[in-house]
C-alpha cells in the first residue's frame, strides 16, 4: 500500500498530484495499491484519473501536520510514504519519518539543507546526485530517465516524422496557468505561422483543467483552444513543434519526440527550461512574463524554417525519456524493502 501525499489547484497546477499518480498507477497496475491524501480537494480531472485506477482519495484535515498525514497512512498499513510539495519542510519530513515508514520524496529544487527521507526522486534534466551530497542519506534517483508519465501517455507512442513544411503548433501552459500566459503564446504561434508563410497552418492551444479562463470568441481561424482534453498523447502526436511551460509537461513532449520551445511560467521551471537548452533538447525564452511578442515570433519563425534544428531537437529530447521512469523507481523501492538499495 502506498500512501501519496500532494496536491493540486489553480495555483500550483496538476504536477505534482499527476506524477504521483503515474507512479501510482504503475505500482497498481503490479497488484499493489495505493491511497492519495491532499490538503484540500482534487481538481475533477484528477480525482477522474484517481477514480479510474481505483486509487481512494482522502482529504486531510491539518494538510501541513506531518504526524496526521503520518496517522493515515499507518492506518491503512502503507509500505511507503510518497510525498510531493512545497509543504514537505526538511521539519515535515522529519515528523511524517518518526512513523518508521520509509520515504520517497519527489524534489525538484535540491535547496533545502537536509532531506530526511529514504529515497529522493528529482526527474528534472539538470538534476544530478551531487548536488545531493551532505545533505541526505537517501538513495538519489536523478534525471528524466525517472520521469513519471502516465499510462495513456507512453502506450503506442507513434513514430516522429519532422516535415519540412510543418503545419501545426501545439500551446501547452500546464494544468492552470497562473501567469495567464496561453493567449499570448497561441496569437504568437499564429502570426509565426503566417510570417514563415504558413498560412494553411493551425494552432492547437490547449486550456488546463485548474483554469478558470475563457477563450475570446474571436480567437480567428488559425486558433483552436482545448479544454477536457481526454486524449493529450493524440494531440502531441499531431503537432510538428510545442511551445511549453518547462513543467511536467516537457517529459510528455519528450517521449514523443516532439520540437519544442520553453519557457518558465513559474520560478522552478526556470533550470528546467535552461537545463533542456543546455542538453540541446529544446530552444529556452526564460520568462514567458519576460517574453516580447516579437521576440517569441521570430524565436517560433527560426524553428519553422529550420528542418534540420527540428531533427536535432526531436532526436535529443527523446533520448532522455523511454517512459519506463515510474517502473524504474518503484525498482529501487523494492531494492530497499529488500535491503539492497540503500547505498
Known amino acids: 500500500m502506498l500512501a501519496i501525499r500532494a496536491d493540486a489547484d489553480g495555483r500550483i497546477g496538476l504536477g505534482h498530484a499527476m506524477r504521483c499518480f503515474a507512479l501510482a498507477e504503475t ?3 503490479q497488484g499493489g495499491e495505493a491511497v492519495f491524501f491532499s490538503g484540500a480537494a482534487l481538481p475533477d480531472p ?15 484535515s491539518a494538510p501541513d501536520n506531518g504526524p496526521d498525514f503520518a496517522g493515515a497512512a499507518a492506518g491503512i498499513g ?3 510514504l510518497i510525498i510531493d510539495g512545497s509543504f514537505a519542510t526538511s521539519g515535515y519530513l522529519d515528523l511524517v519519518g518518526k512513523a518508521g515508514l520509509p520515504i520517497l520524496l519527489l524534489d525538484d529544487a535540491a535547496s533545502a539543507e537536509h532531506y530526511p527521507c529514504d ?9 544530478s546526485p551531487d548536488k545531493y551530497t551532505g545533505r541526505t542519506g537517501a538513495r538519489v534517483l536523478a534525471g528524466p530517465g525517472y520521469a513519471l508519465i502516465r499510462a495513456d501517455m507512453r502506450q503506442a507512442v507513434p513514430p516522429r516524422t519532422i516535415p519540412e ?5 501545439l500551446v501547452l501552459v500546464g494544468g492552470a496557468d497562473p501567469g495567464g500566459h496561453l493567449e499570448m503564446l497561441a496569437q504568437a504561434a499564429a502570426q509565426a505561422l503566417l510570417k514563415a508563410g504558413l498560412g494553411d497552418g493551425h494552432v492547437d492551444a490547449v486550456i488546463g483543467p485548474a483554469s478558470t479562463w475563457q477563450p475570446p470568441a474571436d480567437a480567428g481561424p488559425m486558433i483552436a483552444y482545448h479544454r477536457g482534453v ?5 494531440l502531441i502526436g499531431k503537432a510538428d513543434l510545442a511551445i511549453s511551460s518547462a513543467g511536467s509537461t516537457v517529459w510528455e513532449l519528450s517521449l514523443q519526440g516532439t520540437p519544442m520551445i520553453l519557457g518558465a511560467s513559474v520560478p522552478v521551471e526556470e533550470p528546467v527550461g535552461a537545463g533542456m537548452a543546455a542538453r540541446g533538447a529544446a530552444l529556452y525564452l526564460g520568462r514567458f512574463s519576460d517574453c516580447l511578442p516579437e521576440q ?3 524565436e517560433i519563425v527560426r524553428l519553422l524554417q529550420d528542418s534540420a534544428m527540428r531533427r536535432k531537437l526531436s532526436a535529443t529530447a527523446s533520448a532522455l525519456v523511454d517512459g519506463r521512469g515510474a517502473e524504474r523507481v518503484i525498482d529501487a523501492m523494492l531494492g530497499i524493502e529488500a535491503g539492497t538499495g540503500i547505498p
Open 165 to 169: 513544411r510543418p503545419q501545426r503548433i
Open 230 to 234: 481526454k486524449d493529450m498523447g493524440a
Open 119 to 127: 529515497l529522493l526522486l528529482n526527474q528534472n534534466v539538470q538534476a
Open 27 to 29: 505500482w497498481c497496475a
Open 296 to 298: 517569441l515570433v521570430a
Open 46 to 60: 484528477v480525482l477522474a484519473r484517481l477514480d479510474g485506477a481505483g486509487i481512494e482519495h482522502r482529504v486531510l
Open 78 to 80: 502503507a509500505r511507503w
